[in-house]
C-alpha cells in the first residue's frame, strides 16, 4: 500500500531541472500525476538553454528502477540534444 504525504494533493511526480532557470542550480518545474506526463515535461525542459540535467521523483514511492525514487538525466545523452 502506498500512502500519499499528508496534504499530498494527488500529483505523484516531481520534475527539476538543473541549470534553468538560474545557472548552476536546481529548480522544480513542476508536478504530474503520471509518469508519461512527467517524461513529456522533463523533455521539453531538456531543449531549455543552459539545462544541463533534469530529474523526476517519485514523491510517494521507492522502485527498484528508481533507488531514493529518484530519475536524473544528463541532457545530451539519449539523443535528447
Known amino acids: 500500500m502506498i ?3 499528508v496534504g499530498d494533493k494527488g500529483q505523484r511526480y516531481e520534475v527539476s531541472a538543473f541549470g534553468y532557470p538560474f545557472e548552476g542550480q536546481k529548480c522544480t518545474i513542476g508536478w504530474v500525476e ?3 506526463a512527467a517524461k513529456r515535461m ?3 525542459i531538456a531543449k531549455a538553454p543552459g539545462c544541463v540535467k533534469w530529474s523526476i521523483r517519485d514523491r510517494w514511492d521507492k522502485t527498484p ?5 529518484e530519475y ?3 541532457v545530451g ?3 535528447l540534444r
Open 34 to 36: 503520471d509518469l508519461d
Open 42 to 44: 522533463a523533455l521539453s
Open 77 to 79: 545523452a539519449m539523443g
Open 65 to 69: 528502477e528508481w533507488p531514493g525514487g
Open 72 to 74: 536524473t538525466q544528463m
Open 3 to 5: 500512502m500519499m504525504p
